[in-house]
């Protein structure tokens, strides 16, 4: 894949679409289990769907929520959840330092889902903010490990998702110092969920480059 | 006769003990009076209640005074000392007052005045303004209010050197080691330790309000350096090279465009910003040198721009605009011959303790020759072991000489991308490093000038 089309599908796959493998990807994983047809066939769609039309899963389920007045912050909600492994995202080669890759990532997305569990009290929250801050450090030296083990042919790809890791944790830091400021939390996971999604492209991306 | 003289008192006759007595104590009331209208007035702001809220801006901006009496400073404490608990820390404040280390009666003499912002505790004479010391809040281990029968004391717990010095009338001259040796059954056994701050407030409330004020002084801090941890575990995830030090490659897709490279960070790169600003494209030329500028287009890899950009941004924003052109000038120096260990000390000296990490950025850009002393150089003062008051320890990137000459005469194992073993490639990529330098040189002095021009603010 060129550095253009992986740009293309990392803008299609922006975050609104994380609703799709956070939330939906775990119900067709248990509807397999009843109506193994069904499922793909539902997950097909919805893929196809998402892909054409950015943002419409989320839109069906804010909907059904909507519709069962089930009163619930669905951004807290989804940072709840997205700590989940996506298998689509999960690189498959038997080399350890993917294997650390996928661990890396696992880690900083489960750390980064605990933030609306902590962010209240305080102390706990600043060990919270240490903690991923040493798996944001551990996922990028695996990032750069494998980079410059491999020295991929179209390393420009791999390099740019992690100039955009980059970005959205500097972006996640900032939205800290807001919140230590403001107090308002709902800007944290959103920047939380951001980052989760980085998370979840770089693993896609070496999946599709490895 | 003599009971009718006792029981007859006149007007205006006084007995003499009590005209020297009582004059004595106006007199005394009189100064104390006068000096209390003399004194000026604090610099206090309004709390919110119940918790003593501040605006954090306050302690991080300016700061806050209240008034103490001090009582002196206890050094040599054994560190194990628990804060919290009242029978210990009474028991050695009992000590100290019976042995004079600590001020027996509470008088005006003991008038002080502590001045709290996120960066110390400041005590002053009342009178007179005298420092009597200072503590940098990382030297801060622990506070606490004792209320004892009439008298409220409030109890700070410091480092040994805390970059004060004990009142050297009241404490004796002790010894300033960091620890106490004693003797056990199974030897020497070494003691940290710590000392006790005493002072004293007119009542509960002031005791609460001071500790309460140290606590959000100790939150704000805390803050800080938990997201200064986190913008440094970033930054060097992100600085941190990808590729081996050869800059020779047969990857032809790994010559940069530097334009795209620029173009991406709109609105964040400073000196793409004042570049477009005069109408010029950043590919095009640099005030410096614009024919090495685009000669070099095509030669910076992807990561040395990126590298590049990344840094300057960071400089931008953890520096000011006149340590910016200090930056520049410093570097301009090495470039010009300066050593590497003056550059680095320079360095040090500008960043200071709270920014010593940036000298981590520097790394992928100091030439190999230099990189032994700067990676040694970054190992004493601490960065690379991530030392700090939230200590972590990180895994760095070590670039030896073995790895250096390793990538130019072996390659990089499977990619074989950059198999050199002849002095002339060897040569190459010294010219070439230099060239990077100067690039980035140049465009770091601009980034100086056009700060200057702009009138730019950190």
Known sequence: MTMEEMKNEAETNSMVSMTLYAVMYPVFNELERINLSAAQTLRAAFIKAERENPGLTQDIIMKILEKKNVQINFTESLLRMAADDVEEFMIDRPEQEFQDLNEKARALKHILSKIPDEINDRVRFLQTIKDIASAIKELLDTVNNVIKKYQYQNRRALEHQKKEFVKYSKSFSDTLKTYFKDGKAINVFISANRLIHQTNLILQTFKTVA | ?458
């Not at chain 2, 995830?237 to 800059?247: C, D, E, F, V, Y």
């Not at chain 2, 990857?251 to 400073?270: H, I, Q, R, Y």
Request: glycine letters at 6%.
């Open chain 2, 1 to 458: 006769m003599e009971d009718d003289v006792k029981k007859v008192k006149k007007p205006g006759i006084v007995s003499p003990f009590k005209r020297v007595f009582l004059k004595g104590e106006k007199g005394r009331d009189k100064k104390a009076q006068e000096k209390a209208t003399e004194r000026r007035a604090l610099h206090t702001f309004s709390l919110s209640q119940p918790d003593h809220r501040i605006d954090p801006d306050i302690l991080l901006n300016d700061y806050i005074e209240k008034e103490v009496k001090y009582l002196g400073q206890l050094s040599s404490v054994p560190g194990y000392l628990n804060p919290s608990s009242r029978t210990e820390v009474l028991q050695l404040i009992d000590n100290a007052r019976k042995s004079h280390q600590l001020a027996g009666q509470l008088t005006s003499e003991q008038d002080a005045v502590v001045s709290l912002s996120a960066y110390n505790i400041k005590l002053v004479w009342r009178d007179g303004e005298d420092i009597i010391l200072r503590v940098p809040i990382h030297d801060v281990a622990a506070v606490s209010y004792i209320r004892d029968d009439s008298l409220h004391l409030v109890v700070i717990k410091t480092a040994q050197e805390s970059g004060g010095s004990p009142c050297p009338s009241s404490c004796p001259d002790l010894n300033k080691s960091q620890t106490l040796s004693s003797l056990s059954e199974s030897g020497a056994v070494l003691v940290e330790v710590c000392c006790l701050l005493v002072l004293a407030v007119d009542n509960k409330a002031a005791a609460e309000e001071l500790c309460l004020l140290l606590s959000q002084v100790f939150q704000i801090v805390y803050t800080e350096s938990t997201i200064d941890f986190l913008d440094r575990a970033i930054f060097d995830g992100a600085t941190t090279p990808t590729r081996h030090l050869s800059l020779y490659s047969d990857d032809s897709s790994s010559k940069v465009d530097v334009k795209e490279a620029f173009e991406e960070e709109a609105g964040t790169f400073p000196f793409q910003a004042s570049m477009e600003a005069e109408g010029n494209s950043p590919s095009a030329s640099t005030p410096a040198s614009p024919q090495t500028k685009t000669a070099s287009e095509g030669e910076l890899s992807t990561t040395a721009a990126e590298l590049l950009q990344d840094y300057m941004t960071t400089l931008r924003t953890k520096l000011s605009s006149q340590e910016i052109q200090q930056f520049a000038t410093l570097l301009h120096e090495y470039r010009n011959g300066a050593s590497i260990h003056e550059f680095c000390i320079n360095l040090r000296q500008l960043y200071g303790d709270s920014r010593k990490f940036l000298l981590l950025g520097l790394r992928p850009f100091i030439p190999e020759k230099d990189s032994q002393h700067f990676e040694n150089f970054l190992e004493t003062i601490g960065v690379k072991d991530g030392r700090g008051i939230i200590t972590d320890s990180f895994g760095r990137y070590r670039r030896t000489a073995s790895s250096a000459s390793d990538s130019t005469t072996n390659g990089n194992g499977a990619a074989g991308g950059s198999a050199a073993s002849d002095e002339g490639q060897e040569a190459s990529e010294g010219d070439e490093w230099d060239r990077m330098i100067t690039d980035i040189s140049n465009d770091i002095e601009a980034l100086g000038c056009s700060m200057d021009q702009d009138g730019a603010t950190p």
